[in-house]
Structures are given as structure tokens and as C-alpha cells.
T-cell receptor
Framework: SAVISQKPSRDICQRGTSLTIQCQVD?????MFWYRQQPGQSLTLIATANQGSEATYESGFVIDKFPISRPNLTFSTLTVSNMSPEDSSIYLC????????FGPGTRLTVL | AQSVAQPEDQVNVAEGNPLTVKCTYS??????LFWYVQYPNRGLQFLLK??????LVKGSYGFEAEFNKSQTSFHLKKPSALVSDSALYFCAAPRGGYNKLIFGAGTRLAVHP
């Protein structure tokens, strides 16, 4: 399985600001995925990030709020823009073909 | 629509006793099913998966899961629970291609000494 790291591991931010979360994989992968886990909730897919093309967003998520970059086959970023307390969640990236493997997550608290 | 359901919010088990965490599914075609575990302040860890073949799937940390097509279930089991098994468990299935996962609501397992 791939080794996946995320930065930052946690952060506390003020409303109205933006935070960029990084996801690094130790091997080249075609697709990377970003999930959100709201407090006490399950995981929900935000978007799929392919290298060399725009990310594909799931229903309820938009690029202006969650812009994603995928500059190469081992790295992706997710930005949470113009944050509100409702954005307080754990954000996880994942990779894999037959089996999805997840990064350790970024715990975001918005005040 | 594809869906997975975990009917129990929490399962309480005494250490040394067998445990079962339930999952039912509604997917089209041949189901691919997964179990993940989330320990406090840690990411999601893959436990096991069913793709095809034997209905009893063995995974990490002594866990296994039984696929039952007639009951559309994929229950997670372990013969003897450990306190360290206490965590949040998620059942998942692919949606629109096997990379995108839909998750059940999660079941919190509490193993008491």
C-alpha cells in the first residue's frame, strides 16, 4: 500500500480565511481523492483529482469553495476557502485502485 | 442507488468475547465491500475487502467478515475482542467506479475490560 502524508495535521483558523491542505504520496498515482468527515459523521467524497485535468466535484461541492490542484502524480492540494464554522471537519486524501488507502487526515477547526 | 447501512451506532463487548459489527448493502452488480477502522486522532485504516470468491474474508488484526448475498450483509467479526479494538468502524462500497467510496454511518465499538 502507498504511504500517504498530509500537512498540516491540524489547524485552527478564523472564519473568512482560507487553508490549503497538502497530500503527498510515496508513489505515482493516477487519481487522488479528497474526503470530508464532519464531526460525528461519516466520510463524504468531495472531489477526484487527476493529474493534468480539472478536478471532478461531487454534488454539493464546488470549485470556488474547494479548489484543488494536482501538479504531478504524487501530490495534491485542497484549499478550503472563505471558511465558516461549518467547515470544521477532518479532511482526508486517499489513493488506490482496487483498495483505497487514506492519509492521516487534517483536523480543521474554524472559529 | 448504491448504499451501505450500519444499523448500530455503538456496539459494546466485553474483552475476550466475540464481536460483530453489522453492515448491509444495496449495490447493483457484483458487490465490492470494504471495512475500515478509525482510531482516535488517526486516519482511516483498511481492514479487509470482499471482491469475489470465499464468503469469509480474513483481514488485519484478526478481523474477518462474512459476505451473505441472500441477506445483503457483510458483517465484521472477531472471535475474541481486545480493549485495543475500541474504535470507529466503517463499512464502504464503491460508487460509480471502484475508486469512489460510499461509507456507512459508522459504528463505534467499545470493548470493556
Amino acid at each position: 500500500s502507498a504511504v500517504i502524508s498530509q500537512k498540516p495535521s491540524r489547524d485552527i483558523c478564523q472564519r473568512g480565511t482560507s487553508l490549503t491542505i497538502q497530500c503527498q504520496v510515496d508513489s505515482q498515482v493516477t487519481m487522488m481523492f479528497w474526503y470530508r468527515q464532519q464531526p460525528g459523521q461519516s466520510l463524504t467524497l468531495i472531489a477526484t483529482a487527476n493529474q493534468g485535468s480539472e478536478a471532478t466535484y461531487e454534488s454539493g461541492f464546488v470549485i470556488d469553495k474547494f479548489p484543488i490542484s494536482r501538479p504531478n502524480l504524487t501530490f495534491s492540494t485542497l484549499t478550503v476557502s472563505n471558511m465558516s464554522p461549518e467547515d470544521s471537519s477532518i479532511y482526508l486524501c486517499s489513493v488506490g485502485r482496487d483498495t483505497q488507502y487514506f492519509g492521516p487526515g487534517t483536523r480543521l477547526t474554524v472559529l | 442507488a448504491q448504499s451501505v447501512a450500519q444499523p448500530e451506532d455503538q456496539v459494546n463487548v466485553a474483552e475476550g468475547n466475540p464481536l460483530t459489527v453489522k453492515c448491509t448493502y444495496s449495490v447493483s452488480g457484483n458487490p465490492y465491500l470494504f471495512w475500515y477502522v478509525q482510531y482516535p486522532n488517526r486516519g482511516l485504516q483498511f481492514l479487509l475487502k470482499y471482491i469475489t470468491g470465499d464468503n469469509l474474508v480474513k483481514g488485519s488484526y484478526g478481523f474477518e467478515a462474512e459476505f451473505n448475498k441472500s441477506q445483503t450483509s457483510f458483517h465484521l467479526k472477531k472471535p475474541s475482542a481486545l480493549v485495543s479494538d475500541s474504535a470507529l468502524y466503517f463499512c464502504a462500497a464503491p460508487r460509480g467506479g471502484y475508486n469512489k467510496l460510499i461509507f456507512g454511518a459508522g459504528t463505534r465499538l467499545a470493548v470493556h475490560p
